[in-house]
T-cell receptor, first 115, second 113 residues
Framework: DAGVIQSPRHEVTEMGQEVTLRCKPISGHDYLFWYRQTMMRGLELLIYFNNNVPIDDSGMPEDRFSAKMPNASFSTLKIQPSEPRDSAVYFC?????????????FGDGTRLSIL | AQSVTQPDIHITVSEGASLELRCNYSYGATPYLFWYVQSPGQGLQLLLKYFSGDTLVQGIKGFEAEFKRSQSSFNLRKPSVHWSDAAEYFCAVGLNRDDKIIFGKGTRLHILP
């Protein structure tokens, strides 16, 4: 079975540009999570969805960040405009309701560098 | 609010030696506890979890963890490490089955040949 698929794996862009990160969760999973990982702050939950509906977005740092899940097989995390402090590794994870809202499977991440 | 502490940022052990990674949590009730592993350039993988019942939990890759309520700890152990176990390990805690989990800062494990 395919795992959680994230694209792109690496993104380098200039400050002020729009960045869109993509995620395809594992088929059948009804929870989807977006995390950000940095050396300073560790792993932070940004937002999570249940059945395509955002449940908790309290971790989204600013209005520049937005996330959508138009269907069960696709989600995006958008940053507009991007800033150098947004540089981090962004992970998508999915899980099924048998484990409630704990992520069981992570993608390999998108390493984002904002110049 | 609940929190989770991993007091060791780095741990180095020799291949074949035993391993114990420490995790302490702060919460009044029994939380839901997890250990994840992250290999370089990859996402996290769930090793094991504790919800209730037997306080010694078996996980994948030969790992186990023991919940000790009196010490508010959930330490991860392995009797004999392999070079492939070199990775970063994260402890996580949740209030209940319906709440998001909080990750510790991680412990990076180095293996000496």
């Amino acid at each position: 079975d395919a795992g959680v698929i994230q694209s792109p794996r690496h993104e380098v862009t200039e400050m002020g540009q729009e960045v869109t990160l993509r995620c395809k969760p594992i088929s059948g999973h009804d929870y989807l999570f977006w995390y950000r990982q940095t050396m300073m702050r560790g792993l932070e939950l940004l937002i999570y969805f249940n059945n395509n509906v955002p449940i908790d977005d309290s971790g989204m740092p600013e209005d520049r960040f937005s996330a959508k899940m138009p269907n069960a097989s696709f989600s995006t995390l958008k940053i507009q405009p991007s800033e150098p402090r947004d540089s981090a590794v962004y992970f998508c994870a999915s899980g099924n309701s048998g484990f409630s809202n704990q992520p069981q499977h992570f993608g390999d991440g998108t390493r984002l560098s904002i110049l | 609010a609940q929190s989770v502490t991993q007091p060791d940022i780095h741990i180095t052990v020799s291949e074949g030696a035993s391993l114990e990674l420490r995790c302490n949590y702060s919460y009044g009730a029994t939380p839901y506890l997890f250990w994840y592993v992250q290999s370089p350039g990859q996402g996290l993988q769930l090793l094991l979890k504790y919800f209730s019942g037997d306080t010694l939990v078996q996980g994948i890759k030969g790992f186990e963890a023991e919940f000790k309520r009196s010490q508010s700890s959930f330490n991860l152990r392995k009797p004999s490490v392999h070079w492939s176990d070199a990775a970063e390990y994260f402890c996580a805690v949740g209030l209940n089955r319906d709440d998001k989990i909080i990750f510790g800062k991680g412990t990076r494990l180095h293996i000496l040949p």
